[in-house]
């Protein structure tokens, strides 16, 4: 009679378990990321950010300036049953993701009315000193009145930011990291 060696249950669930591990992470960052792409968080459904207020700058995404917000997201281990995504430590994460409102401080103004100046300093003028009308000075005109209106604001007084989720609890992403691991225990235990 001939014997033949039983494969190894454990060691194939526990690569298994490790695999998906880091699978999780990866495409967990990735799926949040995504949200940045499609402007909206992705739950059951996607639930769009709300438009930005200054329509200066919206040739681009809402929430993207720098892509610092985006690059910042990150997977953190906390054993091997969890995982937490996480963002570096910048004072606007926070506010953007669950919303609410920030209190007008004298510094606020006094920086609100450095962009005024700055904005309307830029500003291209004539010979005679009257300002060019073109593109250019509509944008930058734009910008002063909206720096100007936040500088004239009283101190205390508060500015509501929307809330603009990018990361969070997510069926689609749940869903599809249960397909993964479905179609990884078919492919790893089929054949034994």
Same mark, same amino acid.
Not at 36 to 64: E, M, N, Y
Not at 112 to 133: A, C, D, I, V
Not at 148 to 157: D, H, I, R, T
């Given at each position: 009679?001939?014997?033949?060696?039983?494969?190894?249950?454990?060691?194939?669930?526990?690569?298994?378990?490790?695999?998906?591990?880091?699978?999780?992470? @990866?495409?967990? @960052?990735?799926?949040?990321?995504?949200?940045?792409?499609?402007?909206?968080? %992705?739950?059951?459904?996607?639930?769009?950010?709300?438009?930005?207020?200054?329509?200066?700058?919206?040739?681009?995404?809402?929430?993207?300036?720098?892509?610092?917000?985006?690059?910042?997201?990150?997977?953190?281990?906390?054993?091997?049953?969890?995982?937490?995504?996480?963002?570096?430590?910048?004072?606007?994460?926070?506010?953007?993701?669950?919303?609410?409102?920030? @209190? @007008?401080?004298?510094?606020?103004?006094?920086?609100?009315?450095?962009?005024?100046?700055?904005?309307?300093?830029?500003?291209?003028?004539?010979?005679?000193?009257? %300002?060019?009308?073109?593109?250019?000075?509509?944008?930058?005109?734009?910008?002063?009145?909206?720096?100007?209106?936040?500088?004239?604001?009283?101190?205390?007084?508060?500015?509501?930011?929307?809330?603009?989720?990018?990361?969070?609890?997510?069926?689609?992403?749940?869903?599809?990291?249960?397909?993964?691991?479905?179609?990884?225990?078919?492919?790893?235990?089929?054949?034994?």
């Amino acid at each position: 009679m001939e014997r033949t060696e039983l494969p190894d249950f454990f060691k194939e669930l526990s690569t298994l378990v490790e695999d998906a591990h880091r699978y999780a992470k @990866v495409a967990g @960052v990735n799926f949040f990321k995504q949200n940045f792409r499609r402007q909206g968080f %992705l739950d059951t459904s996607l639930t769009p950010w709300a438009k930005r207020s200054l329509t200066v700058g919206s040739d681009r995404g809402v929430l993207i300036q720098s892509g610092k917000l985006r690059d910042s997201i990150h997977a953190v281990n906390r054993g091997i049953d969890r995982i937490i995504y996480q963002t570096d430590p910048l004072a606007y994460a926070k506010i953007h993701n669950e919303g609410g409102y920030i @209190v @007008v401080t004298e510094r606020m103004k006094r920086y609100f009315w450095y962009l005024y100046m700055k904005s309307t300093g830029t500003m291209q003028k004539k010979k005679n000193g009257e %300002l060019r009308k073109n593109k250019a000075n509509a944008r930058l005109s734009t910008m002063a009145s909206f720096y100007k209106g936040m500088a004239l604001k009283k101190a205390g007084s508060r500015i509501r930011i929307p809330k603009r989720q990018y990361m969070g609890e997510s069926a689609a992403f749940m869903k599809q990291l249960d397909a993964w691991i479905a179609s990884e225990i078919d492919k790893r235990f089929s054949n034994i």
